[in-house]
Structure formats: C-alpha cells, structure tokens
C-alpha cells in the first residue's frame, strides 16, 4: 500500500539546538514532497517543499534534504524554540498516486526549556 | 486572507446516522481535498475536487462521498456512521490540481458513538 515515514516517534531537544526529523518513503517515482507541521487543535501548516530535481531547499530556519538513492527526506530546523513543539510530517507526491499527497505517519518535536 | 473554513469544528453523531462537512477554500483556491486523520492511521486522503469535479478519490468506502460547488466550496458526506468513522476531518485547498502546497483548516472532529 502507500505509505511514507515512520510511527510517530518522538524527538527532544534542548531549545536553541539545532533539529533533525527523518523520514523514508516508499516510492521511487515520486517527484515532489513537502512537509507540514500541526499542532495541537489545528491543521497541519505548510513548512517547506522541494521537488525531485532538488536536494536540498531552504527557508527561514528549517532545510530540507531529499537523498533519492536511499529514499529519504530529512527536515532541518535551526536553533529550535519552545514554539516548534508540534507533529511534524512528511509527505510525498507522485503521478502513481494521482499527484495527491501521501503523508507519513509524523514525528512529535518536543523542544525542552 | 482568510484561511480555510471547516464547519461544524465538533460534532458528536450515533452508528446509523449520517453526516455533512462544510469547507470554504481561501478566495481563488479552485481545488479542494478531503483528508481523514486518526491516531491509527494518520493522514489518509478521501478525494480531491477541482472545478466541480472528482479528479481523485482514495481508497474509503463508498458511504464517503462529498461535491464541490461552483464557488468551490465543498462538502463531504457520510452515511451509515460506523465506530470507526471518528476522526479529524480536514479540508485543504489550493489553486490548481495536482502536486503543490495545500492549506488546511482546523478540521472537524467527528465522534461516533
């Protein structure tokens, strides 16, 4: 079946470390991916996307990383703040899946004070 | 800019019954997808409508159904509640179909007792 990532671990950090969320994904044709963060009560928040002729994008305080041999996303988040403690996932796209988003199950960020 | 609009925000229904979920897209957003979230399977994606059409549809039974309406508003319907149809329901819009960023809203959370 589709399926993206990992059963929700959970990642501490220290605030002000930096942060690494991993993920694997399934299919090799996929060519676009994307990662979301939600918190508690509301819907997943676009974080930053980066497409297969890619591999590495970055925004404001996050870098994300596609390694297509292997399969795998990472999300870096710069000088983690108390803010940043949300579910965070992946998801990956492709026209096998219809073009539609196939998220993985999410990591927890717990960011310690 | 408003966001996406999800009503109801709680709802609490029986076995048997059925149930109607409202979604109005961010102004200009003309396609619209469903996605159903539980703790056990994540984020799994119902169907998506663009310009009044079903461009995709996931692997949910047949008492998921939903329409778009020709100011891209979109609701999704369930019949026959069971148990297991308790979740978070979450409505996502962007310009155009396929593979790009989609803004969610806060969900439905649907109990069924």
């Known amino acids: 079946g589709e399926s993206v990532g990992l059963h929700l671990p959970t990642l501490s950090v220290q605030e002000g470390d930096n942060s690494i969320i991993n993920c694997a994904y399934s299919?090799?044709?996929?060519?676009?991916f994307i990662w979301y963060k939600q918190e508690s009560g509301k819907g997943p928040q676009f974080i930053i996307d980066i497409r297969s002729n890619m591999d590495k994008r970055q925004g404001q305080r996050v870098t994300v990383l596609l390694n297509k041999t292997v399969k795998h996303l990472s999300l870096q988040i710069a000088a983690t703040q108390p803010g940043d403690s949300a579910v965070y996932f992946c998801a990956e796209s492709s026209m096998e899946y219809g073009n539609k988003l196939v998220f993985g199950a999410g990591t927890i960020l717990r960011v310690k004070s | 800019k408003a966001g996406v609009t999800q009503t109801p925000r709680y709802l609490i229904k029986t076995r048997g019954q059925q149930v109607t979920l409202s979604c109005s897209p961010i102004s200009g957003h003309r396609s619209v997808s469903w996605y159903q979230q539980t703790p056990g399977q994540g984020l799994q994606f119902l169907f998506e409508y663009f310009s009044e059409t079903q461009r995709n549809k996931g692997n949910f039974p047949g008492r998921f159904s939903g329409r778009q309406f020709s100011n891209s508003r979109s609701e999704m319907n369930v019949s026959t509640l069971e148990l297991g149809d308790s979740a978070l329901y979450l409505c996502?819009?962007?310009?155009?179909?396929?593979?790009?960023?989609?803004?969610f809203g806060a969900g439905s959370r649907l109990t069924v007792l």
């Open positions: 996502a819009s962007s310009v155009q179909s396929g593979a790009n960023v989609l803004t």
């Open positions: 299919n090799s044709a996929s060519d676009y």
